[in-house]
């Protein structure tokens, strides 16, 4: 590492949820090791305008910030990579097009090595409604995967997928198709999982309730389907099995009526609807809870998965997306009906406390940390 710290600039067009989340305990973990951060965000609302638009926003909020660093050293910052220049690296979320970001920030980012990570994709992004202007959001993945020397994916479903439809999505092109864009890509992609912090978790009492407790923490969107969960919870309901179900992750004025009226449908059996207030708030929960269930037919990690397995919850998940490459056979389920005989299962044979924790410990920001230290240094010094 050089003798000043390593500065990076960070892009977030999408500041919210576990875009959020990761970038928090990242950029506090690296800070601690030396590095210094510069974060340039917007809130996570439009997600559609943030990626056709923000690198307008950003380009210029960056143009500034290097005028006043060069105002305050004039003559540089000895002991730099790159002393002439604020940073020494750059690393931007999938929700910015980057080549763009790269054009219109001009000398402010010249020369700066860049590493673009990818939470999620929108080649393999479940859309319920496509037009043809929609194929601009893949193809920003795809032109900032290019601009970048770095590609990161938290999964290697993510990774793999967004790579094997790459030539497909090209052929839609109606003339001039681009050539080896895919391996161009692949040569420089690897997998680095998201970091969690495990302290809330780590705090949080592991006092078990008197029923066996199943928790749902998603986000209540169209693409985590909540309707599975709630007919596979409904069918044990009428088996007359004794269980209690929290309900928890961000909700969203489209969904959340449905949610809320299928939750309610569970009468007593329903502890907890809604986004808890705090992170300490979702930690006691998740600490709560016996096992947690994903339904989603999309996910390309899966964050909150992870941190209910680091707070003692067993999980079931179904057998997609990015979950076989980090769940155990025994913890998936292949169908509606294995949904809920697992769920069944767990309510007659109420499991251990923990005993899916090694699963997530991997992904704590302790076990990452060092990696994603050493990814940094490697593009930023070449």
């Known amino acids: 590492m050089t003798t000043a710290p390593m500065r990076v600039l960070v892009l977030e067009p999408y500041f919210g949820g576990s875009h959020r989340a990761v970038l928090d305990v990242l950029v506090e973990g690296l800070s601690a090791q030396g590095f210094a951060f510069d974060l340039l965000t917007l809130p996570a609302r439009k997600w559609k305008w943030r990626m056709r638009g923000s690198a307008i926003t950003m380009a210029e909020e960056a143009r500034g910030l290097a005028s006043l660093w060069r105002e305050a050293n004039p003559d540089g910052e000895p002991g730099r990579a790159r002393p002439h220049c604020p940073w020494d690296l750059i690393y931007a979320s999938t929700f910015v097009n980057l080549a763009e970001f790269i054009a219109l920030s001009g000398a402010a980012t010249a020369g700066v090595p860049t590493v673009v990570y990818f939470h999620e994709n929108q080649l393999l992004y479940p859309t319920r409604h496509t037009a043809e202007w929609d194929y601009q959001f893949p193809l920003t993945n795809i032109t900032s995967a290019l601009a970048a020397n770095r590609c990161l994916f938290n999964s290697r479903y993510n990774m ?71 007919a596979a919870v409904g069918s044990l309901a009428d088996e007359g099995l004794d269980f209690e179900v929290a309900v928890c992750g961000q909700s969203f004025r489209e969904t959340q009526p449905a949610v809320t009226e299928a939750a309610t449908a569970l009468g007593e059996r329903l502890v907890h609807v809604g986004e808890p207030e705090t992170a300490d708030d979702y930690a006691r929960l998740l600490a709560s809870a016996d096992v947690a269930v994903s339904t989603a037919r999309n996910e390309f990690f899966g964050l909150a998965m992870a941190e209910a397995c680091y707070a003692g919850c067993a999980p079931v998940v179904p057998d997609r997306l990015a979950y076989p490459e980090l769940y155990p056979a025994e913890c998936r389920y292949g169908s509606q009906e294995e949904l809920i005989a697992r769920l069944r299962s767990a309510i007659t044979d109420r499991p251990s406390p923990s005993s899916y924790r090694h699963v997530a410990e991997p992904f704590t920001i302790g076990s990452l940390l060092p990696r994603y230290a050493e990814v940094f240094l490697a593009v930023a010094q070449g």
């Open 160 to 230: 793999d997928g967004f790579i094997g439809e790459i030539p497909g999505f090209l052929r839609e092109f109606p003339d001039h198709h681009p050539q080896g864009v895919a391996e161009r890509i692949a040569a420089k992609s690897e997998v680095l999982s998201p970091p969690f912090d495990p302290g809330p978790f780590d705090a949080a009492p592991a006092e078990r309730c008197g029923r066996v407790r199943i928790v749902w923490p998603h986000r209540w969107e169209h693409d985590k389907d909540p309707e599975s969960f709630f």
